[in-house]
């Protein structure tokens, strides 16, 4: 069973704060994803990455994508209380696109 | 930009009866996805679908599952003899070609199993 493990689980910072949050495997994927989740709403995508080593921003948030393929980290800068939500990792298999393996998330509260 | 929209938002059910589960992908994909997400769990895959016929299903999609597209526009997932353990957010999900493409997801609907 492929597994993504996200860490830590819930997090917990004032405006301002910088963070990290990870997802990681054993397995290799050909490519791996970022979503946002809010309540009530389904996954919304902020990043895909395919290459080892990867980097990608998105304003204040970077992504990297470890260079084996196995492990990712998501960045924030300066969080702000908009920025407060569930973050997704997933990944497609190596070879298999059609479906999407899933971490169970890292839940952020940013306080004003 | 554009949505999947899914209907109903909320399905409160007995065990033991048939639930319709309703989406309309975005117009021009191609390819169709149902996931479901219990609570505090992992979101799960369940099922895609590609050319009118299932491409790939997971082991929680049994016979008492299936879809279908009976119109070009909606993209239906059935239950047919619901279970206090289908109880859960059913997200649809449609992106418009392979690889690494963007996957849109609907706002879900929340089925609960009484």
């Known amino acids: 069973t492929q597994l993504l493990e996200q860490s830590p689980q819930f997090l917990s910072i004032q405006e301002g704060e910088n963070l990290t949050v990870y997802c990681n495997s054993s397995?290799?994927?050909?490519?791996l994803q970022w979503y946002r989740q809010e309540p009530g709403e389904g996954p919304v995508l902020l990043v895909t990455?395919?290459?080892g080593g990867e980097v990608k921003k998105l304003k204040r948030l970077t992504f990297q994508f470890g260079d084996a393929r196995k492990d990712s980290s998501l960045h924030i800068t300066a969080a702000q209380p908009g920025d407060t939500g569930l973050y997704l990792c997933?990944?497609?298999?190596?070879?298999?696109?059609?479906?999407?393996?899933w971490g169970l998330g890292t839940s952020l509260a940013v306080n004003p | 930009e554009p949505e999947v929209t899914q209907t109903p938002s909320h399905q409160v059910t007995q065990m033991g009866q048939e639930v319709i589960l309703r989406c309309v992908p975005i117009?021009?994909?191609?390819?169709f996805y149902w996931y479901r997400q219990i609570l505090g769990q992992k979101v799960e895959f369940l099922v895609s679908?590609?050319?009118?016929?299932?491409?790939?299903k997971s082991e929680i999609f049994d016979d008492q599952f299936s879809v279908e597209r009976p119109d070009g526009s909606n993209f239906t997932l059935k239950i047919r003899s619901t279970k206090l353990e289908d109880s859960a957010m059913y997200f649809c999900?449609?992106?418009?070609?392979?690889?690494?493409?963007?996957?849109?997801f609907g706002s879900g609907t929340q089925l609960s199993v009484l």
């Open positions: 990455v395919v290459t």
């Open positions: 117009s021009n994909h191609l390819y």
């Open positions: 999900a449609s992106r418009q070609g392979q690889g690494t493409e963007k996957l849109f």
């Open positions: 397995s290799v994927f050909s490519s």
């Open positions: 997933a990944a497609h298999n190596a070879g298999n696109n059609r479906k999407l393996i």
């Open positions: 679908f590609y050319n009118n016929e299932i491409s790939e």
